[in-house]
């Protein structure tokens, strides 16, 4: 500025000129000192109430990621409760179906034998009763006879049933006892079968459970990331929050220099117009 004014100084120019460029000079620098105290005035207040705000912000940010951090231990809780809930599903579950799986073969043998042994053992036992009911009335005639003789004392030979009336009451009464037992080999086979359908839809049913109970931990597993995620955030928010006075502070600072410097320029300006003006 100062060899510019040199130039003008050595340079013969009218005094109109002069008078103009010294008007120029003194409202550049009004202009300028307008600017200046306009920055000071934002960097005392605006900066402020800025930096205020901005904190304001921060503290709703940490509050809300501090409820988050809360709702996320509610929710690993609760993943934590259905877990347990579903392993001892899941137990309970294998645990039926190896007691099935075990009862299944049982009712299988069960039925084999109402079905075909004991129908064989009991007609065998009929016909046995029959050859025995033949050799029972053989005997009835002979103690009748023999009791018509007197040769059995004063007891007389005359049953109200007669050994062959009894046995043959005996083998009648298993007449129908085969096709009972085989009404009943039908059922445990139809309970065996019905029995293997079920268990086969509970172990589908069991490894459904356990897939839940994975997805379950999985999910828990998710949360407690996403917890320590929030975890970060909040301990860098709280670092934000402590420097940003320094922050601040040092903004504050490098634009005061720099308006203060540009002051002292424009008073310089102010004082090269008024020397123009003088002259």
């Not at 120019?13 to 200046?36: C, D, E, K, N, Y």
């Not at 800025?50 to 709702?71: C, I, M």
């Not at 609760?78 to 347990?84: A, E, H, K, V, Y």
Request: aromatic fraction near 4%; hydrophobic fraction near 45%.
């Amino acid at each position: 500025m100062r060899s510019a004014t040199k130039v003008i100084s050595t340079v013969q120019v009218s005094p109109t000129f002069q008078r103009l460029i010294g008007l120029t000079l003194i409202s550049g620098a009004g202009i300028g000192l307008i600017m200046v105290v306009l920055g000071l005035g934002f960097v005392i207040v605006g900066l402020g109430s800025f930096q205020h705000t901005l904190d304001q912000d921060l503290a709703a940010l940490d509050t809300a990621l501090a409820n988050t951090d809360t709702g996320l231990d509610t929710a690993i809780g609760i993943l934590g409760q259905t877990n347990t809930a579903l392993g001892s599903a899941g137990t309970a579950l294998g645990g039926a179906t190896s007691a099935i799986s075990q009862t299944i073969p049982t009712l299988t043998a069960a039925a084999d034998l109402a079905g075909r042994d004991l129908p064989a053992t009991v007609r065998s036992t009929t016909t046995a009763l029959d050859s025995a009911e033949q050799t029972a009335q053989l005997v009835d005639q002979v103690l009748r006879t023999i009791s018509g003789f007197g040769l059995l004392g004063t007891t007389t030979y005359n049953p109200e049933v007669p050994l062959s009336s009894a046995i043959n009451n005996v083998a009648r009464s298993l007449d129908d006892l085969p096709a009972e037992l085989m009404q009943l080999s039908d059922g445990l086979d139809s309970a065996g079968s019905d029995l293997g359908a079920f268990n086969r839809d509970l172990v589908v049913v069991t490894e459904d459970v356990d897939a839940i109970a994975a997805e379950v931990r999985r999910a828990s597993g998710v949360m407690a990331d996403y917890k320590a995620l929030v975890a970060d955030l909040r301990t860098q928010i709280a670092n934000i929050r402590e420097r940003l006075p320094f922050w601040f502070g040092g903004l504050r600072l490098g634009l005061g220099l720099g308006l203060i410097w540009l002051a002292i320029a424009q008073i310089s300006l102010f004082l090269q117009g008024r020397a123009l003006l003088r002259r």
